[in-house]
Nanobody
Framework: QLVETGGGLVQSGGSRRISCTGS????????IAWFRQSPGADEEGVAC????????KYRNFAKGRFTISRDRAENTVHLQMNNLQPDDTGTYSC????????????????WGRGTQVTVSS
């Protein structure tokens, strides 16, 4: 089971860190990805990190603003989001799978329920 925390309301230009914690699953054994579902838009991949932690991948809109990282001791993966904009509003979900890729969600076997991030203008 994956549990996301850290969502909430943030002002435009602000920062937020959301986290994905494994319960009954060791996240270090999987690639972990963040996906988001924004109002009126399709689900899209945001960032992912491979099992070793040495490879990360970001969508263009996340590059330079978002950072994905692992905390192995806490069995957690964080997504630090800076300079948030209203277009970043959405439900952010984490997923665990075998390959770090953002083209689709088919490679991910375990999913959390998501945490809502709302960016006010």
């Amino acid at each position: 089971q994956l549990v996301e925390t850290g969502g909430g309301l943030v002002q435009s230009g602000g920062s937020r860190r959301i986290s994905c914690t494994g319960s009954g699953i060791r996240l270090e054994q999987y690639s972990i990805a963040w996906f988001r579902q924004s109002p009126g838009a399709d689900e899209e991949g945001v960032a992912c990190i491979d099992a070793s932690g040495s490879f990360t991948k970001y969508r263009n809109f996340a590059k330079g603003r978002f950072t994905i990282s692992r905390d192995r001791a806490e069995n957690t993966v964080h997504l630090q989001m800076n300079n948030l904009q209203p277009d970043d509003t959405g439900t952010y979900s984490c997923a665990a799978g075998g390959i770090c890729q953002l083209a689709g969600d088919g490679d991910y076997n375990y999913w959390g329920r998501g945490t809502q991030v709302t960016v006010s203008s």
